[in-house]
């Protein structure tokens, strides 16, 4: 998604662009994901009163937030700077980041779309965010004030009655939400990706399905090697979400780039009739409209990118959504497992590598990813141009983890 993003505003830009893949368009994060376009969503996952919650939610192995066990050592660094950045000041400085991210990149939204011809791929339909309890919709106010602030539009619901004008189905035990109207949804993540690539490739980038084994700065360029050989080019973007890391630690680069496991289930056609993208926060997942179908899922699992995945998450997410939505048809469904790739402060990498100006970093979007795509891509863009970008990109720099380059 960021990597064919970013190559569209470059040949937007007039440039000559080749993609690299080791696996084919899409093939990553942004294939299954919920496809939403979430620019509501400002709040990091660092919040201050995190610490004292996330031990409640360790406690199901099924639930919201799980650590596999042969993970909980390598995961402890990244935990430490996640609760560092869970502190007042430094939240309060990556929700302004992150909501300056995402102004900038609704607007960018739209210049892709009419750059595309995309409207046809996206969905206006908003989002409902249920709350099991009225305290507990109490609890969220801050975090809507927050929004608020931001500029961004909500309408509460305290009313089973009034969920239900906006989607019926929805069990009775449901009576507090948070409409936010401005939320806006792809068709389908995939055929998102495929069709900005279809289009890219239609101007003239070049695509090559092929493994990049070592990125190395030199003189004024970047020298890219895969197993066909190498060859020289003036700026390379990585955009190898959850998987950056490797390209970068040959470099001295060592960030915390994390993957954050994300489960679903996509349900055909026909499953349930889904007018909004519907959110169950406290539960850790989300119910969007996918194709024809409806897609069940999220959750958040930190185990690495290569333990096996453990579908039984989906299932639960399954489970908990049928007694949610009674009339879900469950039957017929496909599982998948995506690696989010994450930052402790939720915020991407986007910027020049330190020490490299002409490798430019695009990473690290979390559950952001297709949401500050379009954003992420006009700023890439910038940076190669030698342009001035719209927002201070102090936030995002790669060196905000890195001993002595903050
Ligand atoms: C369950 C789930 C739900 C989500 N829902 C949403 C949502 O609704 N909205 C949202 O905004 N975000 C959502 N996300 C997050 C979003 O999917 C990711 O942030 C986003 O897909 C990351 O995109 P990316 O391009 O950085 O990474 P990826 O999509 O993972 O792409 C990385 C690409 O790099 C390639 N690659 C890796 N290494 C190499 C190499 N050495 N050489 C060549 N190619 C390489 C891979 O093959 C892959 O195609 C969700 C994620 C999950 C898991």
Known sequence: MIGVSAAHALMRDGHEVTVFDREGIAAGASQGNAGAFAFSDIIPLATPGILRQAPKWLFDPLGPLAIRPGYALQILPWLIRFARASMPDRYAAARDAQAALMRFSSDALNHLLVAIRGTALIRREGQLQLYDTPGQLRASQPGWDERAAAGIRFETLTSHAAIAEIQPGISERFTNAVFTPDWINVTDPRAWVE??????????????????????????????????????????????????????????????????????????AGAFDLRTHVSFSSHGFVVSRIGDGVRVGGAVELGGLRLAPNMKRADALLAKAKSFLPGLDTTGGKRWMGFRPSMPDSLPVIGAAPGHPNLILAFGHGHLGLTQSAGTAEIVADLVAGRGTAIDLAPYRAGRFIRGRA
């Open 195 to 268: 069709f900005i690539a279809e289009d890219m490739m239609r101007h003239g980038v070049a695509y090559r399905r092929e493994a990049v084994a070592r990125l190395a700065p030199q003189g004024a360029g970047v020298r890219l090697e895969t197993g066909a050989g190498a060859e020289n080019f003036d700026r390379v973007v990585l955009a190898a979400g959850a998987q950056s890391g490797a390209l970068l630690a040959p470099l001295g680069l060592r960030l915390p780039l994390e993957t954050e496991r994300g489960y679903n289930t996509t349900l055909p």
